[in-house]
């Protein structure tokens, strides 16, 4: 019995451990609804910006939608389509009469053609009129051409055989020279592949020297082995390649010997030679004669005139009224052809103006449906974001009530920060910190308060214990002062 009352606590401690506990969790309690208060207040305020950006992008939308609705009404797209007919009937009329000037001016150019060629006619006709006097005198101006013209062709038939003479003998020289040519181009080919042999071993050497490098304290003697004997080659080659021109240069002394030598065998049937062939060409021009005279001979029987002054102009006159004729047609051709050319090319320009018309509509019912679309996205978007404002201007003015009854519940004073409220002394988003700080530094003082008021007294155990005991929570140098990092 007497070892249970000495275990038992006194009531009277333990109802006093019940108020201190009951005292701070009520302390507590406050505490945490101060905190809701205060953060409802600030969220509040923050829907309250929210809201009013809301309202300032609804207000830009209604007018974005009036301009549109505007733009799309009956009486504007009614102006529009008179519009485009008007200036669709004169692009028409105007297309008409453009044709009808370039058919009139075509016209007035194809006769301006005509009159032309016809004054032509006319003053040649007139100019070919001629009377006995000026044929005889033609004809006799013809006749002296037609010596002079034999002369000509009689000296020009000399100098083409002096010519033909000298050309045998360039040809022979040319002959030898192209002989002498291929000698010395496959003597050059074997001296340059022999060349290319001696370059390929010394880079062969300059390979097996550079791989050598890297063990340069054992290979010393052979590289310096190597070096002298590329050296010894290259002498060698060299030595050879004296040999070889000057053997090439008795070559080409013998061979330019030996056709000196040729050619004086070869002036001896060179004279026979000339004299066959022009024998031969004396034959065959008076072959070419009699063929010449039959030929004309028939033409006086065909025509039945035997006078070769009156064929010769009769021949002449034909002949001009069929160049005439040949000359209009080919004109007549050209003209078609150029305007066969003019029709496809615009053919061609008035189908490819189609195939643009098409596709330039094509893209602008397309930009018109991705501009609806995007138009239908952005009011979603718009919706969306405004039911999120309006929650979140439901919450920051929950938020700044709770503060603002924390503040009150725990007797804060705001003179401090009056000067800077001025006639707004209602807690809002703007001057929220101001008021969290007053917070925060009340519960401080009261926590110390308690805490130096329980060691005063010296209980057994205290209200905050150190390890319980709330400390200012100092946010990170981040948060107190943002700064943007270096680009670098």
Same mark, same amino acid.
């Given at each position: 019995m007497a070892y249970r009352t000495h275990h038992t606590p006194d009531e009277r401690e333990l109802e006093i451990l019940a108020r201190t506990e009951l005292s701070r969790l009520k302390r507590q309690y406050r505490i945490m609804e101060n905190d809701r208060a205060a953060c409802a207040e600030d969220a509040r305020l923050q829907l309250r910006s929210h809201t009013n950006m809301i309202k300032h992008l609804e207000y830009e939308k209604a007018e974005l939608v009036l301009h549109i609705k505007t733009a799309n009404s009956k009486t504007? #797209?009614?102006?529009?389509?008179?519009?485009?007919?008007?200036?669709?009937?004169? #692009?028409?009329?105007?297309?008409?009469? !453009? @044709?009808?000037? *370039?058919?009139?001016?075509?016209?007035?150019?194809?006769? @301006?053609?005509? $009159? @032309?060629? #016809?004054?032509?006619?006319?003053?040649?006709?007139?100019?070919?009129?001629?009377?006995?006097?000026? +044929?005889?005198? $033609?004809?006799? *101006?013809?006749?002296?051409?037609?010596?002079?013209? =034999? !002369?000509?062709?009689?000296?020009?038939t000399k100098r083409f055989n002096s010519?033909?003479?000298?050309?045998?003998?360039? %040809?022979?020289?040319?002959?030898?020279?192209l002989k002498e040519r291929a000698q010395f181009t496959a003597l050059w080919k074997k001296s340059i592949g022999q060349l290319n042999t001696g370059k390929q071993i010394i880079n062969d050497l300059i390979e097996q020297s550079t791989i050598a490098f890297n063990q340069r304290d054992d290979e010393l003697n052979t590289i310096q082995a190597l070096r002298e004997r590329g050296m010894r080659d290259l002498k060698t080659h060299v030595s050879e390649m004296c040999e070889l021109r000057r053997t090439l240069d008795n070559e080409l002394k013998l061979?330019?010997?030996?056709?000196?030598?040729?050619?004086?065998?070869?002036?001896?049937?060179?004279?026979?030679? %000339?004299?066959? =062939?022009?024998?031969?060409?004396?034959?065959?021009?008076?072959?070419? $004669?009699?063929?010449?005279?039959?030929?004309?001979?028939?033409?006086?029987?065909?025509?039945?005139?035997?006078?070769?002054?009156?064929?010769t102009a009769h021949f002449i006159?034909? =002949?001009?009224? !069929?160049?005439? +004729?040949?000359?209009?047609?080919?004109?007549?051709?050209? =003209? &078609?052809?150029? &305007?066969?050319?003019?029709?496809?090319?615009l053919t061609a320009a008035t189908q490819q103006e189609n195939v643009l018309n098409e596709h330039r509509s094509k893209e602008q019912t397309e930009t018109l449906e991705k501009l609806k679309e995007e138009l239908e996205e952005q009011t979603a978007l718009a919706d969306e974001a405004e039911e999120r404002v309006k929650q979140c201007?439901?919450? &920051?003015?929950k938020l700044l009530k709770g503060i603002d009854s924390l503040f009150k519940a725990i007797r804060c004073?705001?003179?401090? $920060?009056?000067?800077?409220?001025?006639d707004n002394e209602q807690i809002t988003i703007s001057n929220i910190m101001l008021y969290l700080g007053i917070i925060e530094k009340r519960?401080?003082?009261?926590?110390?308060?308690?805490?130096?008021?329980?060691?005063?007294t010296k209980s057994q155990q205290l209200r905050l214990d150190e390890d319980k005991r709330p400390r200012l929570k100092v946010p990170t140098i981040k948060y107190i002062a943002p700064t943007q990092p270096c680009a670098l």
């Amino acid at each position: 019995m007497a070892y249970r009352t000495h275990h038992t606590p006194d009531e009277r401690e333990l109802e006093i451990l019940a108020r201190t506990e009951l005292s701070r969790l009520k302390r507590q309690y406050r505490i945490m609804e101060n905190d809701r208060a205060a953060c409802a207040e600030d969220a509040r305020l923050q829907l309250r910006s929210h809201t009013n950006m809301i309202k300032h992008l609804e207000y830009e939308k209604a007018e974005l939608v009036l301009h549109i609705k505007t733009a799309n009404s009956k009486t504007f #797209l009614r102006e529009d389509q008179e519009m485009e007919d008007k200036l669709k009937c004169l #692009l028409e009329m105007q297309s008409k009469y !453009n @044709d009808m000037i *370039k058919n009139e001016k075509e016209e007035i150019t194809e006769l @301006d053609v005509q $009159i @032309d060629k #016809l004054t032509k006619e006319v003053t040649s006709l007139k100019m070919k009129v001629q009377t006995d006097t000026q +044929l005889r005198d $033609i004809a006799e *101006k013809r006749q002296k051409t037609i010596t002079l013209l =034999e !002369n000509r062709l009689d000296v020009t038939t000399k100098r083409f055989n002096s010519i033909i003479a000298t050309n045998m003998v360039i %040809r022979d020289e040319i002959e030898s020279a192209l002989k002498e040519r291929a000698q010395f181009t496959a003597l050059w080919k074997k001296s340059i592949g022999q060349l290319n042999t001696g370059k390929q071993i010394i880079n062969d050497l300059i390979e097996q020297s550079t791989i050598a490098f890297n063990q340069r304290d054992d290979e010393l003697n052979t590289i310096q082995a190597l070096r002298e004997r590329g050296m010894r080659d290259l002498k060698t080659h060299v030595s050879e390649m004296c040999e070889l021109r000057r053997t090439l240069d008795n070559e080409l002394k013998l061979q330019e010997f030996l056709g000196i030598k040729g050619q004086h065998r070869e002036m001896t049937d060179l004279n026979a030679k %000339r004299a066959a =062939e022009k024998k031969a060409r004396t034959e065959e021009k008076q072959t070419m $004669i009699a063929h010449y005279k039959h030929i004309l001979q028939t033409i006086k029987e065909f025509t039945g005139q035997q006078e070769i002054d009156k064929l010769t102009a009769h021949f002449i006159k034909q =002949e001009e009224e !069929n160049f005439a +004729l040949f000359s209009y047609v080919n004109e007549l051709n050209d =003209e &078609l052809e150029c &305007l066969q050319s003019r029709m496809v090319q615009l053919t061609a320009a008035t189908q490819q103006e189609n195939v643009l018309n098409e596709h330039r509509s094509k893209e602008q019912t397309e930009t018109l449906e991705k501009l609806k679309e995007e138009l239908e996205e952005q009011t979603a978007l718009a919706d969306e974001a405004e039911e999120r404002v309006k929650q979140c201007d439901d919450i &920051l003015e929950k938020l700044l009530k709770g503060i603002d009854s924390l503040f009150k519940a725990i007797r804060c004073d705001n003179s401090p $920060i009056l000067e800077l409220l001025g006639d707004n002394e209602q807690i809002t988003i703007s001057n929220i910190m101001l008021y969290l700080g007053i917070i925060e530094k009340r519960i401080t003082q009261m926590f110390h308060k308690v805490y130096w008021v329980d060691r005063a007294t010296k209980s057994q155990q205290l209200r905050l214990d150190e390890d319980k005991r709330p400390r200012l929570k100092v946010p990170t140098i981040k948060y107190i002062a943002p700064t943007q990092p270096c680009a670098l």
